[in-house]
């Protein structure tokens, strides 16, 4: 079942082996390959165990075919680069946090390179300063975004908070939305948080023009309103 190339060094590995035999379990080392009797190689793993039977030491082996493992591990990573394609052609950040007590306190994993749009830092430097990004929140949406994300663990379901993130170049503050969903594992224990934050800025701030506009307008036709009828009782 060795593939020719192997055959020479094959003995040379069972005698060093057997010098200071120990078992070695399943998983521990896959870079074995095997000849399967129709003739094509496949990638096994393989299991040593020594026994001693009267004055002599045998090995009892087990032999795994992970050819399907393999198989669907190049399909999920094949999956995850195209994944991982399409978010960085996107315009949002997409980031990933793994929390063990304190929701509020994780470790960023991943953030995507589209961060230095938004802040001014590399990715880089946020995966080598996980509190960076929450030094660039404004000082009153702090507060906020702790209550927010605290509600969003506390509740199991996804959330948004949105708060202003202070840019490194010139200082200036945007509006960001923060799309945050919690993750669980099977005991129900929160163990991390998938985010997307987007520039909100301009939409804001539109927001805060109309408001403002239509509480002007409200306050000058209730000042128009008191005009007509203060004309209307002098007449």
Excluded: K
């Excluded at 190339?5 to 521990?28: C, F, I, K, M, N």
């Excluded at 040593?48 to 795994?64: A, D, K, M, N, Y």
């Excluded at 000082?139 to 490194?168: C, F, K, W």
Aim: aromatic residues 6%.
């Amino acid at each position: 079942m060795l593939p020719e190339a192997d055959r020479a060094r094959h003995g040379e590995h069972v005698s060093r082996y057997h010098q200071a035999a120990v078992p070695r379990p399943l998983g521990t080392h896959g870079r074995f390959r095997a000849l399967h009797r129709d003739g094509y190689s496949m990638p096994v793993d393989i299991m040593l165990s020594p026994q001693t039977v009267g004055e002599g030491l045998l090995t009892l082996c087990v032999i795994r075919d992970l050819s399907a493992q393999r198989a669907l591990e190049t399909r999920l990573s094949h999956s995850e680069q195209q994944y991982r394609h399409l978010i960085e052609q996107a315009t949002d950040v997409f980031y990933s946090i793994d929390v063990d007590a304190d929701p509020l306190r994780g470790t960023l994993t991943y953030v995507s390179p589209q961060v230095r749009a938004l802040t001014g830092y590399p990715a880089e430097m946020f995966l080598e300063n996980h509190d960076l990004w929450l030094q660039l929140v404004h000082p009153t949406d702090v507060q906020v975004g702790a209550t927010a994300a605290t509600a969003i663990a506390n509740s199991g379901a996804a959330g948004t908070r949105e708060y202003r993130l202070r840019h490194r170049d010139d200082g200036r503050y945007t509006w960001v939305e923060d799309r945050v969903v919690p993750r669980y594992d099977a005991a129900g224990r929160l163990i991390g948080l998938h985010g997307t934050a987007r520039d909100i800025n301009e939409r804001w701030w539109l927001h805060h023009r109309l408001r403002t506009m239509v509480t002007l307008g409200a306050a000058l036709r209730d000042r128009r309103g008191r005009h007509d009828l203060r004309a209307r009782r002098r007449l």
